[in-house]
Structure formats: structure tokens, C-alpha cells
């Protein structure tokens, strides 16, 4: 069985005043589904909703990666 295909719009918003670079991924006026830090030249991307750890070579993958996990676990 297979699920009917549901476009997801958000919102990657950069943080400033961390010790590495990071970014937030949101759904607008909704909430937080996690954050991605570049540590190493890898993107660490951590789930707001139990703090699952993904990484991967690109900002554009880790974000991927969290709208994966998100409408598979969370939503």
C-alpha cells in the first residue's frame, strides 16, 4: 500500500550567534521539526520531536533527510 503524495512547505531559517553554522527547519506556523549544525564538513540534522540524529554530505540532503523522518515518524 502506498501513500497519496502530500506536498509539505517550510521554512529553513538560518540561526545566528551559534559556534557553527546552523539552521531550523519549520512548518510555518506550525512548529519546529528539527535542526540541521554543519560540524566537521557533515550535516548533523536532529529531530525536535526525540532528538534522532541524521547526517549527511549537503544542507540540501539533511534537510531532505528531516522531511523524510518527519512524515514517517512524527507526523
Request: overall charge positive.
Amino acid at each position: 500500500m502506498s501513500k497519496k503524495t502530500q506536498n509539505i512547505d517550510v521554512e529553513v531559517n538560518e540561526l545566528k550567534g551559534k559556534g557553527v553554522p546552523t539552521w531550523e527547519v519549520v512548518i510555518p506556523n506550525k512548529k519546529s521539526i528539527g535542526l540541521i549544525e554543519k560540524i566537521e564538513g557533515r550535516y548533523r540534522a536532529t529531530t525536535s520531536k526525540n532528538s534522532y540524529v541524521l547526517f549527511a554530505k549537503s544542507l540540501e540532503s539533511s534537510i531532505n533527510d528531516l522531511l523524510s523522518y518527519f512524515t514517517l515518524h512524527e507526523k
